[in-house]
């Protein structure tokens, strides 16, 4: 079974600084892992996507993440927070020999002036 | 078309009616998906389909909640004697299933409310 640990639920920065938006992973096989990012009264659009082939993986609007087998992580980061990156942001896995995509329960970015 | 598209945006209904909700996936798509998302929830999978068929159907909450999907295309989530525990955005997903492409695309949402 596979399943998603985001660790805070509400994440604020200011503009200009590092973003950091943790997320742990359970997979007994090689997983795929997914950033998704959802605007306010918006669907979910996909940030990025690790489908094993390099670790660090760059994804839309600047954002990346890296997967670390080691620590079954997946964190997303950004080196400089804009206004516009508020949202609420979703880490997902998806085993390899699986159906559908299970997704983490979210974590909210305010960016702070 | 170019994007999933889901109807109607927003319904609001009475407890104990029955409601239907409408999945126009990407054109080509052969895999379909619903999620419930709940305020302050993450995603909740309620049933997958490949073609026409549903062979995954374990997340759907109980058995007034049924869903069908016809010509490989379009999809209906069929919610029967609403309940205030229904409350949610019912988000629709579709994928081409094949190769590189383990990503979903999304459709808006169809934002439920029963009073």
């Known amino acids: 079974a596979q399943s998603v640990t985001q660790l805070g639920s509400h994440v604020s920065v200011s503009e200009g600084a590092l973003v950091l938006l943790r997320c742990n992973y359970s997979?007994?096989?090689?997983?795929?892992l997914f950033w998704y990012v959802q605007y306010p009264n918006q669907g979910l659009q996909l940030l990025l996507k690790?489908?094993?082939?390099?670790?660090l993986v760059k994804g839309i609007n600047g954002f990346e993440a890296e997967f670390k087998k080691s620590e079954t992580s997946f964190h997303l980061t950004k080196p400089s927070a804009h206004m516009s990156d508020a949202a609420e942001y979703f880490c997902?896995?998806?085993?390899?020999?699986?159906?559908?995509?299970?997704f983490g329960s979210g974590t909210r970015l305010s960016i702070r002036p | 078309g170019a994007g999933v598209s889901q109807s109607p945006s927003n319904k609001v209904t009475e407890k104990g009616k029955d409601v239907e909700l409408r999945c126009d996936p990407i054109?080509?798509?052969?895999?379909l998906y619903w999620y419930r998302q709940s305020l302050g929830q993450g995603l909740e999978f309620l049933i997958y389909?490949?073609?026409?068929?549903?062979?995954?159907k374990s997340g759907l909450p109980s058995d007034r909640f049924s869903a069908e999907r016809t010509g490989g295309s379009v999809s209906t989530l069929t919610i029967q004697r609403t309940q205030q525990e229904d409350s949610a955005v019912y988000l629709c997903?579709?994928?081409?299933?094949?190769?590189?492409?383990?990503?979903?695309?999304f459709g808006s949402g169809t934002r439920l409310t029963v009073v």
């Open positions: 997903a579709s994928s081409s299933g094949q190769g590189m492409d383990y990503g979903y695309t």
């Open positions: 997979s007994s096989v090689p997983p795929y």
């Open positions: 690790y489908t094993s082939a390099a670790t």
């Open positions: 997902a896995v998806r085993a390899s020999s699986a159906s559908k995509i299970i």
């Open positions: 054109s080509g798509h052969t895999a």
């Open positions: 389909f490949q073609g026409n068929s549903a062979p995954d």
